[in-house]
């Protein structure tokens, strides 16, 4: 494999844009808001050199260490070795950050995107999940909790089925 020597923020930016997340498949770090920047340095012999900077979705999150290792396989495949991955754990990460196409591409996954804003305590408290299958707004929670710490678990009343809800933080 060649090294490259001439790449572009843009470029290593494309390339990390298509890294998706471990735990929905569906969505990339870029549509959840993970991948913060990509800064462009040049090394000591002139070489370019990239500091990638991460937001994980929590400070505990089981998927980070495996988004980095992605990361770094994706700038190895494409010949860039000359990299570093940070990690910024402020700001927080919050679901204000996914981009209208996670959501969307979340509920065609079948799972209900976030609703409303994360800093709108009072419309949380009262938000009505809708049923990502087929869209009545009759569900109930089941649990606060579901297959990741980031979403709970509803039912829907009309359609009879299960489904998951990413939380709204």
């Known amino acids: 494999m ?5 790449i572009s923020e843009a470029e290593v930016r494309t ?7 471990p735990e929905i498949p569906v969505l990339t770090i870029s549509d959840l808001g993970i991948l913060r920047e990509v800064k462009q340095f040049v090394d000591e012999s002139g070489a370019p050199y990239f500091e990638i900077l991460i937001t994980p979705t929590y400070s505990g999150c089981p998927a980070t260490d495996l988004i980095s290792t992605q990361i770094r ?7 860039i070795r000359n990299f570093a ?13 996914m981009t209208d196409i996670a959501l969307e591409k979340l509920r065609q996954y079948g799972i209900a995107p976030p609703v ?14 809708p049923c990502p299958r087929c869209g009545s707004i009759n569900t ?6 579901s297959s990741t710490a980031c979403k709970a678990f509803y039912t829907c009343s009309d359609c009879l089925e299960p489904f998951d809800h990413f939380k709204c933080h």
């Open 2 to 6: 060649v090294t490259k020597t001439s």
């Open 15 to 21: 390339i990390l844009e298509q890294v998706v997340d």
């Open 73 to 79: 396989l994706a700038m190895l495949e494409h010949g």
């Open 85 to 97: 991955i940070k990690q910024a754990l402020s700001p927080a990460w919050t679901t204000d950050w």
């Open 116 to 129: 409303g804003k994360s800093m709108d305590q009072a419309l949380l408290e009262s938000t009505t999940v």
């Open 140 to 145: 109930k929670l089941v649990s606060t909790f």
